[in-house]
């Protein structure tokens, strides 16, 4: 914006902003002359290029799309962690990839086609995607007999609802160094294992085994039928240390907004509590893959102890 200064009437640029009005011989100009210069410094740097909203976005390796490609994975009976149909699909055509897709035991979520086209980087999708598991899931009897083959007691950690690919993949890594013989995800509600879970956990979600389960309330009874010991980790347990976490054992990490559900912790057997220092911190829990990490390492160093 061009203002007129009060000595010779001259025509002189502000660089202080409409806030200022008037500027007064050499300190107009040297003002005027540092803001040529900056300007012509801008002009002279590189520009980084900028992703169109509309470009595709880099395809994922796992994603499989088209009707026939995805009708054959699902029908393979390798693992499929996700299903994308495209809203307005016809109902039946629908219904029949959701159908495929429950007896794979994949999730379905339905995505604006545009999505679609932007994920498949192609608009010959035909209003379908899936994505691949990226590792190979196992059952929970798979991971007790684990234990059993290498003659140690069940040690297994069970995700209710962790959300957050990153933290799901920090709990894997600090349960594979602390002796658990897998982990346990829920089929919905709670992140898969996607590339980014690997990629933070280590590589420690291709070391340890994977069961993914339809409801994580049942496998809890079924695990308790075996004798194994089922704990949570919940604001208002016990000390962690007042426990004895030495024989068979399950640990129960809830989601990070809620924590573990109501119903969840009525079927566990104990619930474990972390202390933090005197009230007044402004913060009132620790991280999920924090807290999980502290805990199975008590673990870990009470079952050490005990063979010790």
Same mark, same amino acid.
């Given at each position: ?11 002189? @640029?502000?660089?202080?902003? %409409? ?6 011989? +050499? ?6 002359? +540092? ?6 410094? #801008? ?5 980084? !290029? +900028? ?8 395809? /994922? @390796?796992?994603? *499989? =799309?088209?009707?026939?490609? *995805? ?14 149909? %495209?809203?307005?699909?016809? !109902?039946? *055509?629908?219904? =029949? ?5 429950? #007896?794979?035991? $994949? ?25 691949? /598991? ?51 995800? !829920?089929? +919905? ?16 979600? #291709? ?30 347990? *016990? ?16 989601? @990070?907004?809620?924590?573990? /559900? ?14 933090? $220092? ?10 999920? /893959? ?19």
């Amino acid at each position: 914006m061009l203002y007129f200064t009060l000595d010779h009437h001259k025509q002189t @640029e502000s660089c202080a902003g %409409a806030g200022t009005v008037l500027r007064f011989g +050499r300190a107009a100009h040297a003002c005027i002359q +540092r803001k040529e210069n900056n300007s012509m410094e #801008e002009k002279n740097q590189p520009r980084r !290029p +900028r992703r169109s909203p509309e470009e595709p976005q880099q395809k /994922s @390796e796992s994603l *499989v =799309y088209g009707k026939n490609p *995805v009708t054959e994975l699902l029908k393979s009976g390798s693992g499929v962690d996700t299903v994308l149909i %495209a809203e307005g699909m016809a !109902p039946a *055509v629908a219904a =029949y990839y959701t159908a495929l897709a429950k #007896e794979a035991g $994949a999730t379905v979520k339905r995505v604006h086609p545009n999505k679609l086209r932007l994920m498949t980087g192609t608009e010959s999708h035909q209003g379908v995607a899936a994505f691949a /598991s990226e590792i190979e899931y196992v059952t929970v009897d798979d991971l007790m007999a684990a234990a059993k083959a290498k003659g140690e007691v069940p040690f297994l950690v069970l995700s209710d609802g962790i959300e957050d690919p990153h933290n799901l993949g920090a709990v894997m890594r600090s349960a594979l160094l602390c002796g658990a013989h897998g982990i346990v995800i !829920p089929k +919905r509600g709670g992140a898969s294992v996607t590339p980014t879970v690997i990629k933070s956990s280590a590589g420690a979600a #291709e070391r340890l085994p994977v069961a993914r389960v339809a409801n994580i309330g049942e496998t809890i009874r079924r695990l308790k039928e075996q004798g194994v010991f089922v704990y949570c980790a919940d604001m208002d347990g *016990v000390s962690l240390r007042k426990n004895n976490l030495t024989g068979p054992i399950a640990l129960v990490l809830g989601s @990070e907004g809620s924590g573990v /559900s109501q119903l969840v912790k009525k079927l566990c057997d104990g619930v474990v509590r972390l202390d933090m $220092a005197a009230p007044g911190t402004g913060v009132d829990s620790y991280n999920v /893959s924090v807290a999980a990490g502290i805990i199975l390492y008590e673990i870990q160093s009470q079952r050490g102890a005990q063979q010790g």
